[in-house]
C-alpha cells in the first residue's frame, strides 16, 4: 500500500464535508495537509470557505493554497479536519509536529473533528508516547511528576539544529511512554493537572468521524 496515496483519499473524503459558508479548522501533519491542499482546489474552482490554522505549516500551507484565514477570535469553527499520530476507539495520540496545543483548541471548539488517517495510524489501544508540552523552567519537574504516574519522559530533540525542539508558543516538549493506556480520560486528567504543563497530546472524546484511507478506498467510522 502507498501511505501517501491512502492519506490523500482520507483527506479528500473528509473535505466532501465542507460546504460553501463553512469555517474549517486546518489541522497539523502530513494527511491534515493534504486536507488543506484538496479544500485549496476546491476554493480556487469556487468555493466560499475560510480557515483557522492550527499552526505556523497549516496557515504557510493555506496561504499558499489561496484559503482565506480567520483567527478563534472572529469565527467559529464549524468542522475541523486534522490527522493523528495514533487513533484507538475514538481517542487519539495527537502532536508528533508540536502543536497539539494549538490543534486541540482549535478541535475542541469545531461543531465537527474529522481525522484524517492511514492504517498505520490504527491501534487497539493507545500506546504511542504522549507529546506534553511544557514550560522550559518546568522541564525538569514535570519529567519527574510523570515518572511518578508511571510514564517515562523524553525531552524531544530538534534534528536540523541544535538543541531541543521549541513549540510555535515558545515552549518544549517531552515525550512520554506510558505504555498501553488503558484510561485515556485519567490520564489525560493527571497530565494536565501536572503544574507547568502548557497541553499534552491525549484528545479524548473529541472526535466525530475518522476518515481512513487504504488501498480500496476510504472508511468512514462515525464515532
Known amino acids: 500500500m502507498d501511505r501517501d496515496d491512502a492519506k490523500r483519499r482520507a483527506a479528500a473524503s473528509a473535505v466532501e464535508a465542507v460546504e460553501d459558508g463553512t469555517v474549517v479548522g486546518l489541522g497539523s501533519g502530513s494527511t491534515a495537509a493534504h486536507a488543506v491542499r484538496e479544500l485549496g482546489e476546491r476554493v ?43 487513533v484507538a476507539d475514538g481517542d487519539l495520540v495527537k502532536g508528533g509536529g508540536g502543536a497539539h496545543a494549538r490543534e486541540k483548541i482549535v478541535d475542541a471548539a469545531a461543531d465537527r473533528l474529522l481525522i484524517v488517517i492511514d492504517p498505520t495510524k490504527e491501534a487497539d489501544v493507545l500506546d504511542h508516547p504522549i507529546p506534553v508540552e511544557v514550560l522550559p523552567d518546568a522541564r525538569t519537574t514535570v519529567a519527574e511528576s510523570v515518572r511518578e504516574l508511571g510514564g517515562e519522559p523524553e525531552l524531544r530533540w530538534a534534528e536540523n539544529k541544535s538543541g531541543p525542539v521549541v513549540t510555535d508558543n515558545g515552549n518544549l516538549l517531552l515525550d512520554c511512554d506510558f505504555g498501553a493506556v488503558e484510561d485515556p480520560a485519567g490520564l489525560a486528567a493527571d497530565i494536565a493537572g501536572l503544574p507547568g504543563v502548557v497541553e499534552h497530546g491525549l484528545f479524548v472524546g473529541v472526535a466525530d468521524e475518522v476518515h481512513r484511507g487504504d488501498e480500496d478506498g476510504v472508511t468512514v467510522r462515525r464515532l
Open 44 to 86: 480556487d474552482a469556487g468555493l466560499d470557505v475560510r480557515g483557522v490554522p492550527t499552526s505556523f505549516q497549516s496557515r504557510e500551507i493555506a496561504r499558499e493554497a489561496g484559503i482565506p484565514l480567520a483567527d478563534l477570535d472572529e469565527a467559529s469553527v464549524d468542522i475541523a479536519i486534522d490527522g493523528a499520530d495514533q
